[in-house]
């Protein structure tokens, strides 16, 4: 049974920084596609960022984090981070990551979320 517990949110200051972590078990994500993506209350979930692997690893990122949150994966403890600094009031929402496994189509499985907020 594959499970993806994020964990790392909390409460920061504008302008912090802090790191999230999507932990896999059950399953070797190594060559999987992870994606980070958020939830702020009353908004629709929206995509943050993603890693991809095909050869090396892909990177891609949301416009309003690109230069400011970065996506990483650590193969031996089978996890992904995404490194968020200079945190904005607007990037407080749940942050969730979800998997899609090696040549398949779509996020397979979720994580329970994290919550960030960021205080002006």
């Known amino acids: 049974q594959v499970q993806l517990v994020e964990s790392g949110g909390g409460l920061v200051q504008a302008g912090d920084s802090l790191t999230l972590s999507c932990a896999a078990s059950?399953?070797?994500?190594?060559?999987?596609?992870v994606g980070w993506f958020r939830q702020a209350p009353g908004k629709e979930r929206e995509f943050v960022s993603r890693i991809s692997r095909s050869g090396g690893n892909i990177y891609y990122y949301a416009q309003s984090v690109k230069g400011r949150f970065t996506i990483s994966r650590d193969n031996a403890k089978n996890t992904v981070f995404l490194q968020m600094d200079t945190v904005k009031p607007e990037d407080t929402a749940v942050y969730s990551c979800g998997l899609q496994p090696f040549r398949s189509v779509g996020y397979a499985y979720w994580g329970q979320g994290t919550q960030v907020t960021v205080s002006s």
């Open positions: 059950g399953r070797t994500i190594s060559n999987d596609t």
